[in-house]
Protein backbone atom coordinates (compact mmCIF):
# COMPACT_ATOMS: atom_id res chain seq x y z
CA UNK A 1 0.00 0.00 0.00
CA UNK A 2 1.35 3.09 -1.28
CA UNK A 3 0.57 6.53 1.93
CA UNK A 4 2.61 8.94 -0.50
CA UNK A 5 -0.14 10.90 -2.77
CA UNK A 6 1.17 11.06 -6.31
CA UNK A 7 3.00 14.08 -7.41
CA UNK A 8 4.11 13.12 -11.23
CA UNK A 9 -0.04 12.16 -12.63
CA UNK A 10 -2.26 15.32 -12.68
CA UNK A 11 -5.74 15.75 -12.22
CA UNK A 12 -8.33 16.03 -14.88
CA UNK A 13 -8.65 19.40 -16.32
CA UNK A 14 -9.58 22.16 -13.76
CA UNK A 15 -13.59 22.52 -13.31
CA UNK A 16 -15.13 25.58 -14.70
CA UNK A 17 -16.83 27.11 -11.78
CA UNK A 18 -20.27 27.17 -13.65
CA UNK A 19 -19.53 23.32 -13.67
CA UNK A 20 -18.80 23.12 -10.19
CA UNK A 21 -21.99 24.94 -8.11
CA UNK A 22 -24.11 23.30 -10.92
CA UNK A 23 -25.78 26.30 -12.42
CA UNK A 24 -25.29 24.84 -16.16
CA UNK A 25 -26.33 21.24 -15.15
CA UNK A 26 -29.74 21.41 -13.29
CA UNK A 27 -31.65 20.86 -15.97
CA UNK A 28 -29.79 17.38 -16.35
CA UNK A 29 -29.76 17.15 -12.80
CA UNK A 30 -25.58 17.08 -12.87
CA UNK A 31 -24.74 19.30 -9.81
CA UNK A 32 -20.94 20.02 -8.90
CA UNK A 33 -19.93 17.70 -6.41
CA UNK A 34 -21.28 15.06 -9.03
CA UNK A 35 -19.33 16.40 -11.54
CA UNK A 36 -16.05 16.71 -9.59
CA UNK A 37 -16.59 12.91 -8.21
CA UNK A 38 -16.22 12.09 -11.33
CA UNK A 39 -13.00 13.79 -12.14
CA UNK A 40 -11.38 11.92 -8.82
CA UNK A 41 -12.56 8.91 -10.52
CA UNK A 42 -10.29 10.08 -14.00
CA UNK A 43 -7.69 10.96 -11.58
CA UNK A 44 -7.78 7.29 -9.98
CA UNK A 45 -7.32 5.71 -13.26
CA UNK A 46 -5.05 7.77 -14.99
CA UNK A 47 -2.38 7.78 -12.08
CA UNK A 48 -2.97 4.02 -12.09
CA UNK A 49 -4.33 3.87 -8.29
CA UNK A 50 -4.73 0.80 -7.11
CA UNK A 51 -6.65 -0.43 -3.78
CA UNK A 52 -4.73 1.03 -0.61
CA UNK A 53 -3.04 3.61 -2.35
CA UNK A 54 -3.41 7.56 -1.04
CA UNK A 55 -5.59 10.16 -2.39
CA UNK A 56 -4.69 13.75 -1.87
CA UNK A 57 -5.77 15.47 0.75
CA UNK A 58 -9.25 17.16 0.20
CA UNK A 59 -7.74 20.30 0.04
CA UNK A 60 -5.32 19.43 -2.56
CA UNK A 61 -8.22 18.33 -4.44
CA UNK A 62 -10.37 21.35 -4.58
CA UNK A 63 -7.25 23.33 -5.55
CA UNK A 64 -6.62 21.46 -8.15
CA UNK A 65 -9.87 21.23 -9.78
CA UNK A 66 -10.39 25.19 -8.72
CA UNK A 67 -13.68 24.31 -6.74
CA UNK A 68 -14.43 24.13 -3.33
CA UNK A 69 -13.57 21.93 -0.23
CA UNK A 70 -17.04 21.51 1.01
CA UNK A 71 -17.92 20.48 -2.70
CA UNK A 72 -14.68 18.12 -2.63
CA UNK A 73 -16.20 16.91 0.29
CA UNK A 74 -19.77 16.13 -0.73
CA UNK A 75 -18.26 14.45 -3.70
CA UNK A 76 -15.98 12.20 -1.53
CA UNK A 77 -19.47 11.51 0.54
CA UNK A 78 -21.06 9.97 -3.00
CA UNK A 79 -17.83 7.95 -4.04
CA UNK A 80 -17.73 6.73 -0.17
CA UNK A 81 -21.21 5.31 -0.88
CA UNK A 82 -20.30 3.83 -4.11
CA UNK A 83 -17.33 2.11 -2.41
CA UNK A 84 -14.78 3.87 -4.41
CA UNK A 85 -13.08 5.39 -1.86
CA UNK A 86 -12.28 5.41 2.26
CA UNK A 87 -11.79 8.06 4.28
CA UNK A 88 -9.38 7.34 7.45
CA UNK A 89 -10.26 10.04 10.25
CA UNK A 90 -6.27 11.05 10.95
CA UNK A 91 -4.87 9.41 7.98
CA UNK A 92 -6.26 10.72 4.72
CA UNK A 93 -8.05 9.54 1.31
CA UNK A 94 -8.05 5.79 0.17
CA UNK A 95 -9.06 4.35 -2.82
CA UNK A 96 -11.15 1.14 -1.80
CA UNK A 97 -10.73 -2.40 -2.14
CA UNK A 98 -12.18 -4.74 -4.60
CA UNK A 99 -14.91 -5.94 -2.18
CA UNK A 100 -16.19 -2.47 -1.73
CA UNK A 101 -16.16 -2.01 -5.44
CA UNK A 102 -18.50 -5.14 -6.14
CA UNK A 103 -21.80 -3.16 -5.69
CA UNK A 104 -20.32 0.07 -8.54
CA UNK A 105 -19.52 -3.02 -10.79
CA UNK A 106 -23.29 -4.28 -10.36
CA UNK A 107 -25.73 -1.48 -10.53
CA UNK A 108 -23.95 1.60 -9.72
CA UNK A 109 -21.70 2.09 -13.28
CA UNK A 110 -25.63 4.07 -14.30
CA UNK A 111 -26.95 4.99 -11.26
CA UNK A 112 -26.80 8.71 -10.34
CA UNK A 113 -27.84 9.21 -6.87
CA UNK A 114 -29.43 12.76 -7.70
CA UNK A 115 -31.19 11.91 -10.98
CA UNK A 116 -34.82 12.01 -9.99
CA UNK A 117 -35.48 9.77 -12.46
CA UNK A 118 -33.25 7.36 -11.23
CA UNK A 119 -34.33 7.60 -7.95
CA UNK A 120 -37.75 6.90 -8.93
CA UNK A 121 -36.64 3.45 -10.97
CA UNK A 122 -34.85 2.31 -7.84
CA UNK A 123 -38.10 2.77 -5.68
CA UNK A 124 -40.02 0.88 -8.71
CA UNK A 125 -37.17 -1.61 -8.33
CA UNK A 126 -37.57 -1.81 -4.77
CA UNK A 127 -41.08 -1.81 -4.68
CA UNK A 128 -41.17 -5.19 -6.38
CA UNK A 129 -38.70 -7.04 -4.14
CA UNK A 130 -40.13 -5.71 -0.78
CA UNK A 131 -43.89 -6.19 -1.19
CA UNK A 132 -42.47 -9.93 -2.28
CA UNK A 133 -40.37 -10.40 0.60
CA UNK A 134 -42.84 -9.34 3.03
CA UNK A 135 -45.40 -11.89 1.34
CA UNK A 136 -43.32 -14.46 1.77
CA UNK A 137 -41.95 -13.59 5.09
CA UNK A 138 -45.68 -13.16 6.26
CA UNK A 139 -45.94 -17.23 5.55
CA UNK A 140 -42.30 -18.18 6.34
CA UNK A 141 -41.10 -16.26 9.13
CA UNK A 142 -39.97 -18.02 12.33
CA UNK A 143 -40.25 -16.72 15.89
CA UNK A 144 -36.22 -15.93 15.77
CA UNK A 145 -36.43 -14.10 12.60
CA UNK A 146 -40.17 -12.43 13.69
CA UNK A 147 -37.84 -11.06 16.82
CA UNK A 148 -35.58 -9.96 15.16
CA UNK A 149 -38.08 -8.02 13.03
CA UNK A 150 -39.13 -6.44 16.26
CA UNK A 151 -36.35 -5.20 17.28
CA UNK A 152 -35.16 -3.57 14.87
CA UNK A 153 -39.02 -1.89 14.61
CA UNK A 154 -38.08 -1.28 18.24
CA UNK A 155 -34.94 0.25 17.75
CA UNK A 156 -36.52 2.49 15.05
CA UNK A 157 -38.80 4.32 17.14
CA UNK A 158 -36.73 4.80 19.99
CA UNK A 159 -33.66 6.63 17.59
CA UNK A 160 -36.70 8.82 16.51
CA UNK A 161 -38.34 9.43 20.01
CA UNK A 162 -34.27 10.49 21.47
CA UNK A 163 -33.30 12.33 18.13
CA UNK A 164 -30.60 9.54 17.99
CA UNK A 165 -30.20 9.75 13.63
CA UNK A 166 -27.56 6.87 13.63
CA UNK A 167 -29.74 4.68 15.31
CA UNK A 168 -32.61 5.03 13.07
CA UNK A 169 -30.86 4.99 10.03
CA UNK A 170 -29.31 1.52 11.34
CA UNK A 171 -32.01 0.04 12.87
CA UNK A 172 -33.89 1.14 9.43
CA UNK A 173 -31.47 -1.05 7.68
CA UNK A 174 -31.55 -3.90 9.65
CA UNK A 175 -35.54 -3.75 9.52
CA UNK A 176 -35.71 -4.03 5.64
CA UNK A 177 -32.57 -6.84 5.88
CA UNK A 178 -34.80 -9.05 8.43
CA UNK A 179 -37.87 -8.84 6.47
CA UNK A 180 -35.99 -9.99 3.15
CA UNK A 181 -34.34 -12.50 5.23
CA UNK A 182 -37.33 -14.26 6.67
CA UNK A 183 -38.96 -14.50 3.04
CA UNK A 184 -36.32 -17.28 2.42
CA UNK A 185 -35.25 -16.78 -0.81
CA UNK A 186 -31.69 -15.79 -1.03
CA UNK A 187 -32.20 -14.04 -4.59
CA UNK A 188 -35.07 -11.22 -2.72
CA UNK A 189 -32.06 -11.09 0.04
CA UNK A 190 -29.42 -10.17 -2.29
CA UNK A 191 -31.30 -7.73 -4.31
CA UNK A 192 -32.87 -5.84 -1.58
CA UNK A 193 -29.39 -5.20 0.32
CA UNK A 194 -28.09 -4.34 -3.53
CA UNK A 195 -30.88 -1.77 -3.84
CA UNK A 196 -30.49 -0.32 -0.52
CA UNK A 197 -26.90 -0.16 -0.96
CA UNK A 198 -27.60 2.42 -3.85
CA UNK A 199 -30.12 4.23 -2.08
CA UNK A 200 -27.12 4.51 0.75
CA UNK A 201 -25.42 6.86 -2.19
CA UNK A 202 -28.36 9.53 -2.05
CA UNK A 203 -28.84 9.36 1.56
CA UNK A 204 -24.63 9.95 1.82
CA UNK A 205 -25.58 13.65 -0.13
CA UNK A 206 -27.00 14.66 3.36
CA UNK A 207 -31.24 13.46 2.08
CA UNK A 208 -31.31 11.31 5.32
CA UNK A 209 -28.71 13.57 7.98
CA UNK A 210 -32.11 14.63 9.93
CA UNK A 211 -35.16 13.42 11.66
CA UNK A 212 -38.19 14.80 11.14
CA UNK A 213 -41.81 14.66 10.52
CA UNK A 214 -41.96 11.82 8.01
CA UNK A 215 -39.69 9.77 10.45
CA UNK A 216 -42.63 9.54 12.11
CA UNK A 217 -44.58 7.88 10.08
CA UNK A 218 -41.57 5.74 8.89
CA UNK A 219 -41.51 4.39 12.82
CA UNK A 220 -45.55 3.76 12.20
CA UNK A 221 -45.43 2.39 8.82
CA UNK A 222 -42.66 -0.03 9.80
CA UNK A 223 -45.26 -1.20 12.84
CA UNK A 224 -47.60 -2.07 10.32
CA UNK A 225 -45.41 -4.14 8.58
CA UNK A 226 -44.15 -5.92 11.16
CA UNK A 227 -47.82 -6.52 12.67
CA UNK A 228 -49.08 -8.13 8.80
CA UNK A 229 -45.99 -10.02 8.90
CA UNK A 230 -46.21 -11.27 12.66
CA UNK A 231 -50.14 -12.16 12.29
CA UNK A 232 -49.72 -13.64 8.78
CA UNK A 233 -51.29 -11.61 6.63
CA UNK A 234 -49.43 -11.69 3.16
CA UNK A 235 -51.49 -9.33 1.78
CA UNK A 236 -51.59 -6.53 4.52
CA UNK A 237 -47.79 -6.74 4.60
CA UNK A 238 -47.14 -6.38 1.17
CA UNK A 239 -50.05 -3.68 0.84
CA UNK A 240 -48.02 -2.22 3.92
CA UNK A 241 -45.00 -2.11 1.96
CA UNK A 242 -45.90 -0.65 -0.95
CA UNK A 243 -47.35 2.62 1.14
CA UNK A 244 -44.03 2.67 2.79
CA UNK A 245 -42.25 2.88 -0.08
CA UNK A 246 -44.59 4.96 -2.00
CA UNK A 247 -44.23 7.74 1.17
CA UNK A 248 -40.47 7.13 1.34
CA UNK A 249 -40.02 8.04 -2.35
CA UNK A 250 -42.22 11.25 -2.21
CA UNK A 251 -39.60 12.78 0.48
CA UNK A 252 -36.74 11.98 -1.63
CA UNK A 253 -38.98 13.38 -4.66
CA UNK A 254 -39.34 16.71 -2.71
CA UNK A 255 -36.21 17.10 -1.25
CA UNK A 256 -33.65 16.71 -4.34
CA UNK A 257 -35.90 19.39 -6.13
CA UNK A 258 -35.98 21.54 -3.51
CA UNK A 259 -31.46 21.20 -3.51
CA UNK A 260 -31.74 21.38 -7.30
CA UNK A 261 -34.68 24.41 -7.59
CA UNK A 262 -34.34 25.97 -3.89
Same mark, same amino acid.
Given at each position: ?? $? ?49 DRL ?40 ? $????? @? ?64 EFN ?27 ? @? ?49 ? @? ?7 QRR???
Open positions: MN $DTPPTEAALPAQAAPAAVDGSDERRDYRPGYEIVAERILEYIAEARLVAGPTEISLAQRLNTSRAVVREAVKILSALGRVRAHKGRGLFVA $DDEGM @LITSRWGGFFRPVDIDHVLMLFEFRRVQEMAASTLAATRATPAELRTIEVATQQCRHGFVHGQVERADEDFHLAVAAASHNTFLVSAVRDARR @LQRQSSAIGIHDTLGENTASAVQEHETIYRAIRDGQPDQAAEATAVHLDRT @LEDYRREILFG
